[in-house]
């Protein structure tokens, strides 16, 4: 069977309906449930037969549906934006799909209603700010476990915007029963990593684009301006021996081949590090994707929940504790910063006579007259110094939280919210980059034969005049996106360890 991937699995969670429980899966569940009551009758269980967090030395309330009610309604204190519908989807699917291992004492009953809301398209509103991600995303999936039991807000789509309505509504609409949560399988459905996890495998996609988005980037400033593709052989990247190098390298290779590069004689013996040394930049970022994933994989496949049933018996832990999730959040706040960083400074490239051969400072066609786009590089200085103040790490600032319980916070989705912010500002960064090479191949009146280049080229009119560019900045940066999220695969995949 084909190992899973971030985007094999983003892609299952895409796609409409198909949730269920087999056979196997019921049995497994089922176990587990009579495993959980038979332990219950024998010693404490938490979130059972015990209260809450740092309420767990206290009697739970014996009316268990009460119990899943109270702990729900405390933890409904999310704020902030919500989360986009689509990782709030793929949220509740992770959840689902951990519960679904049988290890959770979850009722197979609520899980089968859950999963018909969510293959009817439910999606609930969620919250993106208040979780630790300490004993799972407490805050984010109480919000999604009221909206499936009727109560809070849910997402409703009309073909081409997603507003929000009562959840309740929403369910009815759709025909729909709400889940009815007792204290295990609500705490099983919360106590998960799966808020934080989502949005950075989202995250995940997004940076893997904007990485691919930089590379043609290069390759068409190369191929435009005549440089010597030595940097990008396969040569020097075999020398070093980094896959994501070699990756970086024939990407841009592939993109300058296919453009019919002609060298320049007046092109320098060794262009800038921004653009010689984007495969090693680039590449490093894509190693890091490579070694990150296999993380992400592990947790979405994994199950984030305490206690777990094993071996016919109840065992307390802390899988809830979503630090795996965290540490790619903060390797990758990082290698977005490298990314749009690198964008940056091509972007000043361009606008430099010295690099260009001598075209007109800031590529305005009556300098002095006219300023270019002066004032396109002020903004995207500007953004890539806003991407720079996400970039500390969450989990540097936690704070003990919950009567001291929680003593030890890794703030997951925190990161993840921050890495997030950072793509769009770079997504903007390297739109404004790639506004500028459209321009430098007007001033060099040369052909535009790929699909995205053409588009832009077609869609973006020379500034022969000074022209308000915030509107194309975003068009740009949306097009560019598109096509790089969308493209086929490259001829050379990397693929994770074995």
Do not use: K
């Not at 919360?190 to 904007?210: D, I, K, Q, S």
């Not at 984007?278 to 994933?293: I, N, S, Y």
Request: charged share 15%.
């Amino acid at each position: 069977m084909p190992r899973d991937t971030v985007a094999s699995l983003v892609a299952e969670a895409d796609a409409p309906g198909g949730l269920a429980l087999d056979e196997a899966a019921r049995a497994r569940m089922a176990g587990a449930r009579a495993t959980l009551a038979e332990t219950a009758r024998r010693r404490p269980v938490y979130g059972l037969t015990r209260g809450f967090g740092p309420l767990a030395e206290w009697a739970a309330d014996p009316d268990t549906s009460r119990q899943g009610r109270h702990l729900l309604d405390h933890l409904t204190a999310g704020q902030g934006e919500f989360l986009p519908p689509r990782e709030t989807r793929l949220m509740v699917w992770l959840r689902l799909r951990s519960m679904a291992l049988g290890l959770s004492g979850a009722d197979p009953l609520a899980w089968e209603r859950l999963a018909e809301q969510w293959n009817a398209g439910f999606v609930p509103a969620v919250p993106e700010d208040g979780s630790l991600s300490a004993s799972g995303d407490l805050l984010p999936l109480a919000h999604a476990a009221q909206a499936a039991a009727g109560h809070g807000t849910a997402w409703t789509h009309d073909g081409e915007t997603w507003t929000t309505r009562a959840s309740g509504e929403v369910l009815r609409d759709l025909r729909l029963s709400p889940v009815e949560w007792e204290a295990r399988t609500a705490l099983s459905f919360v106590n998960g990593t799966a808020a934080g996890l989502a949005r950075t495998m989202v995250n995940h996609l997004e940076l893997t684009a904007l990485s691919t988005a930089v590379l043609r980037t290069t390759a068409r400033i190369a191929l435009l301006l005549g440089m010597s593709p030595e940097p990008f052989s396969d040569a020097v990247a075999q020398a070093r021996g980094h896959s994501g190098h070699q990756h970086a390298a024939r990407t841009i290779r592939h993109e300058i081949e296919a453009g019919d590069l002609m060298r320049s004689a007046s092109r320098p013996l060794q262009e800038p590090y921004s653009v010689r040394c984007a495969p090693q930049v680039v590449g490093t970022v894509l190693d890091q994707l490579r070694l990150q994933e296999s993380v992400l994989v592990t947790e979405a496949t994994g199950c984030t929940d305490n206690p777990i049933v094993h071996d016919d018996d109840v065992v307390h832990g802390g899988n809830f504790h979503a630090a795996p999730v965290a540490m790619v959040s903060e390797q990758y706040a990082s290698c977005v910063h490298q990314v749009a960083y690198l964008a940056e400074r091509q972007l000043a490239q361009v606008l430099d006579p010295a690099f260009t051969g001598g075209l007109p400072p800031m590529l305005a066609w009556r300098p002095g007259e006219n300023s270019g786009l002066a004032g396109v590089q002020m903004a995207a200085t500007s953004l890539l110094a806003a991407i720079r103040q996400h970039a500390y790490p969450a989990s540097c600032t936690t704070v003990p939280s919950n009567l001291g319980n929680q003593d030890h916070t890794p703030l997951a989705l925190n990161s993840a919210n921050a890495v997030s912010t950072m793509l769009d500002r770079a997504w903007l960064v390297v739109g404004s980059l790639c506004h500028a090479v459209v321009q430098l191949g007007h001033h060099l009146g040369a052909p535009a034969p790929d699909e995205m280049w053409h588009e832009l080229c077609a869609s973006i009119a020379p500034l022969t005049v000074d022209r308000p560019l915030s509107g194309e900045i975003r068009g740009v940066a949306a097009a560019v996106r598109h096509h790089s999220l969308t493209a086929p695969s490259p001829p050379h995949t990397m693929e994770l360890p074995a």
